[in-house]
């Protein structure tokens, strides 16, 4: 049994809120964007998460202790387009348009992706809490040792 | 078994339920995830009696009763920020009691030399 063990499963969570705050920042970033080097707009990416066996596939995993089957880490399993259609828009004098004028935007609403955004700053900071209390447990576990 | 050895559970236990709440925690948005636990009073009762023999394996189980989302996940904020603080405290207590002991065998073999 180790609380370092702990702070990994908490890590795991930082980093997959992080790359969460990412995708929805290029998708906010490219809520106008009609051009991309697949050709047309651009594609609302979502992510899926997932639960994940803490130290899999790791050296640390080989040692891992039966804990671990219950205790779980997060990762990101798969970063999946959204499959909604692009928005068209009648801007005859947009280089991008077609032949009728319409021009495909991409199907983004920044409102839903600034409230998705704050989730991921929240759960974010909630696994910083879970971290700092682990911290303290482990440095009180070292006062055993002095006097 | 000795004060020390059940102190040693103790503190075992609270490591382990810890990591139970950190793995929670860590899944808060991941669809599907179910809340797990430990009882902690019980599994404390079976430590001591099976006298530090075997090693520990406390039995987790998904706690019943919480209100699940949509996407099936059941992780309650409320509930395991109370359980983080109740845990880090009772670890504290844990490690407080450890170090007294350690403080008295050390007063015995000074006193007695």
Not at chain 1, 107 to 134: C, D, H, K
């Amino acid at each position: 049994m180790n609380l370092l063990g702990v702070l990994e499963i908490s890590g795991s969570a930082l980093t997959a809120e992080r790359q969460r705050a990412e995708v929805l920042a290029s998708n906010l970033a490219n809520a106008q964007t009609t051009r991309t080097a697949k050709g047309g707009p651009y594609q609302r990416q979502m992510v899926v998460f997932g639960a994940r066996e803490a130290g899999q596939g790791r050296f640390a995993g080989v040692l891992s202790d039966f804990t671990d089957r219950y205790a779980q880490g997060v990762a990101v399993k798969r970063v999946v387009p959204d499959p909604t259609p692009p928005v068209q828009r009648y801007e005859p004098e947009h280089p991008d348009a077609d032949s009728q004028g319409y021009v495909a935007y991409p199907a983004i609403n920044p409102i839903e992706e600034m409230v998705n955004l704050m989730g991921a700053a929240r759960s974010y900071e909630l696994n910083v809490a879970a971290v700092q209390a682990t911290k303290n447990m482990i440095s009180e576990s070292l006062e055993i040792l002095g006097q | 078994m000795s004060r020390m050895e059940q102190l040693s559970e103790y503190l075992d236990l609270a490591a382990f339920r810890q990591k139970l709440i950190a793995s929670n925690l860590a899944n808060i948005d991941t669809p599907g995830y179910r809340t797990r636990d430990i009882d902690f009073q019980s599994e404390m009762r079976r430590a001591q009696s099976r006298l530090g023999q075997e090693a520990l394996s406390p039995r987790v189980y998904e706690v019943p009763g919480l209100i699940e989302r949509p996407d099936g996940n059941n992780v309650n904020l409320d509930r395991e920020g109370m359980l983080l603080a109740r845990t880090q405290l009772q670890f504290r207590l844990g490690v407080e009691l450890l170090r007294q002991e350690f403080q008295r065998i050390s007063a015995a073999v000074k006193e007695g030399s």
